[in-house]
């Protein structure tokens, strides 16, 4: 097995400059235009690119054929969803192939049953969910949040991604720790800090700020500096006072 197939890129695609970061050109969907090299917009950016402007896009969806063993996957999936009664198109809201890479934009209420497809279907194994990120976009109205699940094929060697949107006026999403106990950590952690509401998982509860902490850090409208000192005067409960999963 060649070094492309045990990382899970495509065999055959090469790298090149249109795969690169910064590369897409006008390909894609534009989602704002950021100025500067951060993207500052109150006179703060000091990196000496304030007069740089780009387009920031997401990668549009990719016609057939995807190339090497990404339209085998493809294929396996949909047969198996629609053998369960469910039409692909209903449940895959597109499929992108980008930088070499394969990711299914999942409507979130088959996402479920899609990740468990996925993982028990023989030609597809993905026997391991190896996390969920969140990711905030703030100017992509009505999808703000993105939910990226990193499936992994231990018997195949492969690797593939699920996205799923919801706008953060309505940010759930089914929990996947049904299929993937190993979600358990992951689920909190992007709950933590996008705020994205896991349903139907045994315990979401604050990870790693304090249960009382207000918003989401990791959110790009979350302010940066200029605030309080949230920590000054917190006090640690005893054990027996502490919250409870039961």
């Not at 090149?16 to 500067?36: F, K, T």
């Not at 992108?96 to 023989?122: C, K, M, N, S, W």
Request: charged share 25%; with cysteine; glycine share 12%.
């Amino acid at each position: 097995m060649s070094d492309a197939q045990n990382d899970g890129a495509n065999p055959e695609k090469d790298l090149s400059a249109a795969n690169l970061p910064g590369q897409r050109g006008d390909q894609g969907e534009e989602i704002r235009v950021q100025r500067g090299m951060f993207g500052a917009n109150n006179g703060g950016d000091t990196s000496g690119y304030g007069g740089l402007v780009r387009s920031v896009r997401l990668p549009g969806e990719t016609v057939r054929p995807y190339g090497g063993w990404f339209d085998e996957v493809a294929d396996e999936l949909e047969g198996a969803l629609e053998e369960q009664g469910l039409l692909p198109d209903n449940a895959i809201g597109k499929t992108v192939v980008d930088r070499g890479e394969l990711t299914f934009h999942i409507e979130r209420e088959h996402l479920v049953r899609v990740a468990q497809t996925l993982r028990d279907d023989p030609a597809l194994r993905f026997e391991l969910c190896t996390g969920v990120s969140g990711v905030h976009y703030p100017e992509d109205k009505g999808r703000e949040l993105h939910a990226v699940y990193h499936l992994r094929s231990l018997t195949h060697g492969r690797l593939i991604r699920l996205e799923v949107l919801m706008p953060d006026t309505d940010p759930h999403v089914p929990s996947l720790v049904t299929v993937y106990p190993t979600n358990d950590w992951h689920e909190r952690e992007a709950y933590d800090f996008f705020g994205i509401v896991f349903d139907g998982h045994p315990a979401l509860t604050r990870i790693m700020m304090p249960d009382d902490w207000q918003g989401f850090p990791q959110r790009k409208d979350y302010p940066l500096g200029g605030i309080p000192v949230e920590y000054k005067g917190a006090q640690i409960p005893a054990p027996d006072q502490r919250r409870s999963y039961s």
